[in-house]
Each structure stands twice: as C-alpha cells, then as structure tokens.
C-alpha cells in the first residue's frame, strides 16, 4: 500500500509562516490535495491540483511541490488556523497523509 | 450551496452491519465529473478512505475494507448508502460522506464538499 508521511505536529507563533509537508514515494507525479479540519468539525478542502485554492479559502493558504514532497504554506498563521491537516492523494486508491496538528501559540 | 446529511443507526453490536444514508441537497447529484464517498475516522485518528459509487452504479473501494463494504445509490432520492457488515470494534468511528470530483485525468481528485459526520459506535 501506497504511504504518505507528515510530521505529526507542526508549532508557529501567530503571524508566522507554517509549512506542513507530505512526503511520498512518486509523489511528484501526483497530485495533491489538502484539507483542513478544525476540533470537533468536518475537514475542509483548502488545497487541491497541488497549488490551486477553493473559492473562500484565504490566500495565506498556498501549495507547492519539490521533488516527492508537498508542501501546504500558511503565511501569517492566525489562532483561526490552529487544527490537523490532511494530504491525500490517488494511488489506485484514495491514500491521506497520517495528519498534522497545526499549533498557533 | 451543495450540502451532504448523514444518518443512521449510532450504535451497532459486533458482527451485524453497518448502515448509513447520505443525502445531498442544493446542488447537482448526477454529474459525470462526481462520485459520492465515504470516509471514515477511529476516535483520535486520521481519515481512511472507504469508497465511492458515480451515479451509474459503479463503485471502487478501499482493499482493506472491499470484502465487507457495499454503496449504493438513489437517484430519485439524491442519496447513497454505505453497508459494512461484520463490524468490530474496529470499526467505530465518524463516518463522513463526501463528494469527490475527478477530473478526466487519472488521480486528479479531491473532496469537497464534506458532511458533517456521524458516530457509529460498535459495542454489545
């Protein structure tokens, strides 16, 4: 089965740039998205086609790939932002990243 | 603004099945670019991929699950269902209905939107 690896948690101070990575074999040949999913709610796509943001998503959520890794950038992380974040994938199935707590503190 | 309901039954003993409706409203249910999902998530954990239906009837699921796992849909009602039979333990958690869309390009999807989840708990 096809394995997607992320940090399990990632610390910013308010204001600060965040970077959550998805490493993953081939994952340069993939596209990636990624999902946002606050305590106690349902995930939310924030990321999809590697860079592109969904309509109502802040523009301080961006993506970016180098190599097998994908990257989801919050620039000027708020204490809104605090939640897990997902990668995903298509490897002949629906694969997510393991998940990772996004501190703001 | 397309929005997804789960229901069913939040309590189910071990080895009997698993049964959740999705029903979607306020927008387009039987586009060729969708197929309708679930996920699911054990308490405290990630999310995990079950398996998706199109409107046609054809379905794909997660290997891990396939032996257990049937989703149908109902296109009159703009509903879908999930069965899972043989339940354990294992098996509790929020289950969640999703819309994927994927594009004509092999492994370009993504979910969006997502319902709000239900808890099925397995115990006796």
């Known amino acids: 089965s096809y394995d997607l690896t992320q940090p399990p948690s990632v610390s910013v101070s308010p204001g600060q740039t965040a970077g959550i990575t998805c490493s993953g074999d081939?994952?340069?040949?993939?596209?990636t998205s990624w999902y946002q999913q606050r305590p106690g709610q349902s995930p939310v796509l924030v990321i999809y086609?590697?860079?592109k943001r969904p309509s109502g998503i802040p523009e301080r959520f961006s993506g970016s790939k180098s190599g097998n890794t994908a990257t989801l950038t919050i620039g000027g992380a708020q204490p809104m932002d605090e939640a897990d974040y997902y990668c995903?994938?298509?490897?002949?199935?629906?694969?997510f990243g393991g998940g990772t707590k996004l501190t703001v503190l | 603004q397309l929005q997804l309901q789960e229901s069913g039954s939040g309590l189910v003993k071990p080895s009997q099945t698993l049964s959740l409706t999705c029903v979607v409203s306020?927008?387009?249910?039987?586009?060729?670019?969708?197929?309708w999902s679930w996920i699911r998530q054990s308490p405290g954990k990630g999310l995990e991929w079950i398996g998706y239906?199109?409107?046609?009837?054809?379905?794909y699921y997660n290997s891990s699950l396939k032996s257990r796992v049937t989703i149908s849909i109902d296109n009159s009602k703009s509903q879908f269902s999930l069965k899972l039979n043989s339940v354990t333990a294992a098996d509790t958690a929020v289950y969640y209905c999703?819309?994927?869309?994927?594009?004509?390009?092999?492994?370009?999807?993504?979910?969006?939107?997502w319902g709000q989840g239900t808890l099925v708990t397995v115990s006796s």
């Open positions: 239906i199109y409107h046609s009837g054809y379905t």
């Open positions: 995903q994938v298509w490897d002949n199935s629906i694969v």
């Open positions: 086609q590697n860079t």
């Open positions: 081939q994952l340069g040949n993939k596209y």
């Open positions: 999703a819309r994927l869309y994927s594009s004509s390009t092999v492994g370009d999807n993504w979910f969006d939107p």
């Open positions: 306020g927008g387009s249910f039987s586009s060729g670019n969708y197929a």
